[in-house]
């Protein structure tokens, strides 16, 4: 089985070898054992805190380039009346640790119904939809991992086969 390790500049890539296409939740896991788009089994190995994201490049023990495509999966696209519903719907998003993909006017989240819930009571408009998910990395860690509560700063990812 090849073994994925390292992740590279996808400017540095020139052509690619393969294809890993995996959900938000597949893509935040560092160690994983999993498939190619072509069937071919692979470990991926990376270092604690790594979160892959669609358009990333990574180098296999073999040497070959696999591209990372952020897999299409159940999100909700919340859009409100103005700007100020808009913050206010990612303020209650945030307050719940809830990971947010901010766009253009929008607001994209994996898809709970309770949330679904609460959006929609905040006079939000929320579409189910089957899309990429790339939320923000967050505030404290550039790869996307931890934040701080209380001064302390921690992690929230942790390894799992």
């Known amino acids: 089985m090849v073994e994925l390790r390292e992740k590279i500049h996808s400017t540095a890539a020139t052509g690619f070898d393969g294809e890993l ?23 991926l190995l990376l270092p604690r805190g790594t979160i892959l994201r669609g358009g990333d490049c990574l180098r296999a023990g073999d040497g070959r380039l696999i591209a990372v ?3 299409d999966e159940s999100v909700l696209h919340v859009v409100c009346r103005d700007a100020t519903a808009l913050a206010r719907a990612a303020y209650h998003l ?11 006017g929008f607001l994209r989240i994996a ?3 309770v949330l679904h819930a609460m959006l929609a009571g905040l006079g939000a ?12 990395a967050g505030a404290y860690g550039g790869n996307g991992g931890s934040h701080g509560h209380g001064g302390r700063i921690h992690d929230h990812f942790e390894d799992r086969a």
């Open 21 to 43: 296409c995996l959900p938000f939740e597949m893509r935040q896991k560092t160690r994983l054992r999993t498939r190619l788009t072509s069937g071919e089994e692979v470990a």
């Open 111 to 113: 898809s709970d119904a």
């Open 69 to 71: 495509r952020a897999q």
């Open 125 to 136: 408009t929320v579409t189910p939809l089957q899309a990429s998910f790339e939320p923000e």
């Open 94 to 104: 945030g307050n719940r640790h809830v990971p947010v993909q901010v766009g253009d």
